[in-house]
């Protein structure tokens, strides 16, 4: 696969399936490669929660994981340190620095950059969108608000109609939206479908930028997806990208689809293979490393 690589790799995502990724394909990239990762920031729970209520701030969480998969380890496990005392909980260092770098930008996009320049990190990450906003999902009895509750929502294994922003006028973040313009390939991450990839690319301008692109582009599919999960996913994907699908879905989903997966997708060349690691649901680092340098 021959990349232009004065152009970046653009990766979309949440924060535990992106920053995972990251690790290995920091160590597979070329040397003039550019990387960059445009972020959901919807999240409602848990730290990213309280800050997005107390300061009036998109959820900062994802962000601080996939800048912490970019350093070293001592300083990745300084950022992701999470305090325990009354006071603290439950946030983590890394949270606490972004936050004090927003209070001193004058936007989210700079205060990252500005985060990025104290721990020397180079490649670029973005926010979603700079405006704070909750995700909505639509299915046939009900409406969900709230990531969290909206996980809550699917790990019963109810079927999603459709997720959209509860804004329908958050505008995408100019500066990613100008990266994905001179990008040369685009990675879809594993994560949570709905409310990490799904969600990092529902601000107004990425689906249409995207889906008038013509670059390589790859979907790196949760481990251990049943065949039916894996079609589900896949049109629900279509749907929500006004018809765009990936050039190449990376699954383990069984050598031998159905049929109905050539027959629906024709366009997508579906690639059987084992990325899982011991811990279940998740990727090998190693076998992602050798995969990555496989493909950039």
């Known amino acids: 696969m021959i990349l232009d690589y004065k152009k970046s790799v653009v990766f979309f995502g949440g924060g535990t399936g992106l920053s995972r990724i990251l690790k290995s394909a920091n160590k ?40 912490s998969s970019c350093v070293s380890s001592q300083v990745h496990n300084l950022l992701e340190f999470r305090f325990d005392s009354e006071s603290f909980t439950p946030h983590t260092i890394g949270n606490l620095i972004l936050l004090s770098c927003i209070k001193k930008n004058t936007s989210i996009q700079d205060a990252i950059d500005n985060y990025r320049e104290i ?55 100019k500066k990613a939206l100008k990266s994905l313009s001179s990008s040369s390939m685009i990675i879809f991450s594993p994560g949570d479908f709905y409310t990490s990839l799904i969600a990092s690319m529902l601000p107004n301008g990425y689906i249409e930028k995207i889906s008038s692109l013509n670059n390589n582009s790859i979907w790196l599919t949760n481990c251990n997806l049943s065949q039916k999960t894996l079609f589900d996913q896949v049109n629900f994907f279509r749907n929500k990208m006004q018809g765009f699908l990936p ?44 995969f990555f340098s496989s493909i950039l």
């Open 119 to 173: 721990f020397q990190i180079k490649q670029l990450v973005y926010a979603s969108s700079e405006i704070p906003c909750d995700l909505t999902v639509e299915s046939n009895e009900s409406t969900i608000s709230g990531e969290v509750n909206i996980n809550n929502f699917v790990e019963e294994n109810n079927e999603i109609i459709d997720i959209r922003l509860k804004n329908n006028d958050i505008p995408a973040n």
């Open 247 to 290: 050039k190449k879905i990376i699954h383990d989903s069984g050598s031998n689809l159905d049929i109905k997966f050539s027959k629906e997708f024709p366009e997508v060349t579906f690639v059987n293979k084992d990325l899982q690691s011991s811990e279940l649901g998740k990727h090998d680092l190693l076998k992602l490393e050798v």
């Open 28 to 67: 597979a990239k070329k040397e003039n490669q550019n990387f960059a990762s445009i972020v959901s920031t919807f999240d409602n729970g848990g730290s990213s929660g309280i800050l997005r209520d107390l300061y009036d701030i998109p959820a900062i969480g994802d962000i601080r994981k996939v800048l």
